[in-house]
């Protein structure tokens, strides 16, 4: 209906027609004429249409309808001229489906309603108004980006702030993903570039901008974005755990599912042989990491494979090892277009938890129990180091699964156990790529297995809850999520106060526990309610399900120990006792929080030294904007290639010796009970392996470390397949030098490929590459 308001004014015959936006004007023959001329219609056809036209329509018709009638004229004299005239006319719209369809702002007004549940009126509102912005606009056609957008703005302008983050689009500038596709990342030094890669990053963004606009609080996101929390993996917070330590035994009973349910793959019985039990594992660590966002590892690998080796040669037993070993190196199948991040934790004997417990062997039956197969454990182990020493087949090391052994008091004193330690030296002297898990020390458990990426599962937690055997704490679970505490910004923002410190470390602490309470909720509907998990929840023939959630540990880590005691007291850890013991303080102070949430939730929480890859750097470079020349850094200000010591390690380039280092940093593993590592650096010469060995036992009799490794810097000839220590601009064999060379060493948590020539060139971020250059590297001889 025409408002009454234009009823005053009208004229003898004059009509009016509503606009799209409910505006009324007053109808206008020579508008007609014009819009048809331009629209490529003759004057006359133009002329004819129009005077025909005013006997068509009547007072208070819609723009919308005159057109139609207007279009259904021009197609009865000239189709032709017909469809131009519509297209000239109608706002088109390019849909994320890939159509091209008519404007409605109808389509606007629902998805506000359904998206940001805004009431219908102001949908409606919102919705005119976009109309009228996009009706302005000279562009040929629409697209639902643009649209979006315009809308988005719309809302801001309305005040509608909480509607507008929930109705904002997710993704990337098309600057960024040029770049992507032509440069590549250096977010992740495991990931090369290739198109899998591209796709990964690019899926990445849309799920990390997904977390910060709508799963996470304000505070929460902002805390993130500022840099005094990060929460690491933001691309999988919402749909994945972390990382998971698997249990062998339980898919040589009951069969292999890849996609836990046997519908969408082939599903494999109980193996037979060695070869298809390895072959299991292979496939157990790279389908697993599709329901998992960080590392995947086996726990006594070695002890659950030995029954599978009875009555075999050392040749047949080496070949399997070398299947499992390739397979795990050259499955480039795995997220982003990666090897699978693998681990396995070995034992140089059978423990005592595991002496008398059935073992599973061939065709999933039980035979004896573990501790019956002491010499094919034996057998296996030898041919696993041979693998690994041998290398590949241009001689590199292989960098996968990170290889953890376990060593107790019996591997210095048993001689088997001793010759199988010192292949472990000789890999260390080789390739510098395993780690020493050390059970000597008094604090640790008889049960326990470590991760590269950090994570640490002890038996204690089974003790806690009664279970009747301390595997169901170490297996079949894992870390929910890695979540760490920027502890050099405390220490700027408290300018020396102690009690300040531990009042904004209080409120960091809030944050990590408001974000892992957030994560642990989204994981249980992830499993039970989307069941977006099938691998995780799949069950055996008694309904036993696979993934024990209920033990999965809750973890704040930290960065920047060193840098905080240092703006606190003013020396670094190893300069004075005051700047240690204060940093020890600290470190107790959030284990004790981690130990209270314990109590008041019933989950299973731990402290823990963050695999801080990328956050080292990040925290870094955000402290020295913010807080300028206060700012503690390592690396090169001028440049911006700087970072914080990892979690609670001592300087990589600090002038002490190789043992009062292990000893310092050791002195803090038993605090730090959901993971730790020290890494000791080695010099450019290849170390004597007896040398190496008779050092491993001082540390582990004499320090608190836990887990540790001796980390060689390679250098590997691609002419001549010699393989060196340091990073050298010469084969010493063939002279060979620039890209004929790759370089190798550890970047946190596990050893990788540097670069090409150059080891600036490579996937490591400016800031590894800067704590690469500081490390202090030991001679052992």
Known sequence: MVSMNFEKTRGDGDLYIIKS???IELFDLNKVVVSLIKSGISYKVACDIADDLQYRIQDGITTRSLRTILINMIDQRDPDAALKYKQSHEMYVRTSRGTLEPFNSKFIEESLVKETNLPQESAAHVAREVEAKLRKLKVSYLTAPLIREIT?????????????????RLGMPVYDVTKL???GSKENANLHHNPETIHKFAGDQIIREYLLVKILPKNISDAHMRGDIHLHDADYFAIRPNCLQHDLSWFFKHGLRVDGTGNHTSVAGPPKHGMVAALHAAKILASSQTNMAGGQSFDNFNIFMAPFFTGKSYDDVKQVAQAFVYEMNMQYVARGGQVVFSNMDIDLTVPKFLQDIPAVGPKGKISGTYGDYHDELVMFTKALLDVFLEGDALGKPHLFPNLIVKVRDSAFKDREQNDMLFKVHQLFSKYGTPYILNLLPEWQHDAVNSMGCRTRLSGDWADKQGYENPMMSTMRTGNIHYNTVNLPRIALEANGDDSKVFEILDSRLDLIKEALVIKHELMEKRLYQNKLLPFLTQKNAEGEEYYRFRDVTHTVGFVGLNEFVQAHTGTSLHESVDAYDFGMDVLRYMRDWAEVQQELTGWRWTLTQTPAESTAGRFAKL????????AIVNGDRESGAVYYTNSSHIKVD???????????EGNYHPV??????AHLFLGEGTPDPAGLMSLTEKLCRNTSMGLFDYTRDLTTCKKCTTVSGGLLNKCPNCGASGNDLEYYSRITGY????????INTGGWNDAKIAELRDRKRYCVN
């Open 21 to 23: 936006d409910n505006r």
């Open 152 to 168: 988005t703005v719309q809302l801001l302008e309305e005040g509608f702030e909480e509607a507008r983050s929930q109705y904002t």
């Open 181 to 183: 596709i032509e440069q």
């Open 623 to 630: 402290d020295m904007r913010h807080f300028g020349d206060r």
């Open 654 to 664: 600090a002038d002490i010796s190789l043992f009062e280092r292990a000893k310092l």
């Open 672 to 677: 730090c009970n959901g993971g730790h590592i």
């Open 751 to 758: 050893c990788q490929r540097i670069g090409s020539g150059d």
